[in-house]
């Protein structure tokens, strides 16, 4: 399984968007690339997960360069209800060996 | 709204004891995982079941824990006997794969229960 690195914590402001690295060097090529949010309190929720290029939803968008060692989600216009933990996951066909890492800590302050 | 639900929602215990801790699916989801979270650890996958039939429990330590599916509404997850360094909180998750091969697009996960023992 591909091993995930990405920064410990991140602050912003309000309205800023923020944009959080994943790097995943040892990506195999039948993986995807998942993120997801947890708050305190509450189990972890999808974001958005993408293979190749770009990808964008009502939430976020997904960056994934030709090479696939990485990837960034980007979060426009952060409010404070974004303060949360950022996973990045990469998984095979199937993705069931799911490996949560230690996430990036998201502080939005006002 | 379709969610997971898990229950107890928090659990105190004394080492020793049995706990069962249950999860409700979302309804025709075939997949279910089970994970647990600590500060230390972080997020552990210990189990992951699909169409009921256990797929991976690598996770999980063996001597004390198992996780059944007596069926498609009912996920479970025992302790026995229980130790304070079990103290997390227990998260189920479910999802839909489509074919042998298929992707999970999204988990979706419960409340969790915290389990306290001591």
């Known amino acids: 399984l591909a091993k995930t690195t990405q920064p410990i914590s991140m602050d912003s402001y309000e309205g800023q968007e923020v944009n959080i690295t994943c790097s995943h060097n040892?990506?195999?090529?039948?993986?995807?690339i998942t993120w997801y949010q947890q708050f305190p309190s509450q189990g972890p929720r999808f974001i958005i997960q993408?293979?190749?290029t770009k990808v964008t939803n009502e939430v976020a968008s997904l960056f994934i360069p030709a090479d696939r060692k990485s990837s960034t989600l980007s979060l426009p216009r952060v409010s404070l209800s974004d303060t949360a933990v950022y996973y990045c996951l990469v998984g095979p066909t199937g993705g069931f060996k799911t490996i949560f890492g230690a996430g990036t800590r998201l502080f939005v302050k006002a | 709204d379709a969610r997971v639900t898990q229950t107890p929602r928090h659990k105190v215990t004394e080492m020793g004891q049995e706990v069962t801790m249950r999860c409700q699916p979302i309804?025709?989801?075939?997949?279910v995982f089970w994970y647990r979270q600590t500060m230390m650890q972080g997020l552990e996958l210990l189990a992951y079941f699909r169409n009921r039939a256990p797929l991976d429990d690598s996770g999980m330590p063996k001597d004390r824990f198992s996780a059944e599916m007596p069926d498609a509404t009912l996920a479970t997850l025992k302790i026995q006997p229980s130790e304070p360094r079990d103290s997390a909180v227990y998260f189920c998750?479910?999802?839909?794969?489509f074919g042998a091969g298929g992707v999970v697009n999204e988990q979706f996960f419960g409340p969790g229960t915290r389990l306290t023992v001591l």
């Open positions: 040892n990506i195999a090529t039948n993986d995807y």
């Open positions: 309804l025709g989801h075939n997949t």
């Open positions: 993408g293979y190749k």
């Open positions: 998750a479910s999802g839909l794969v």
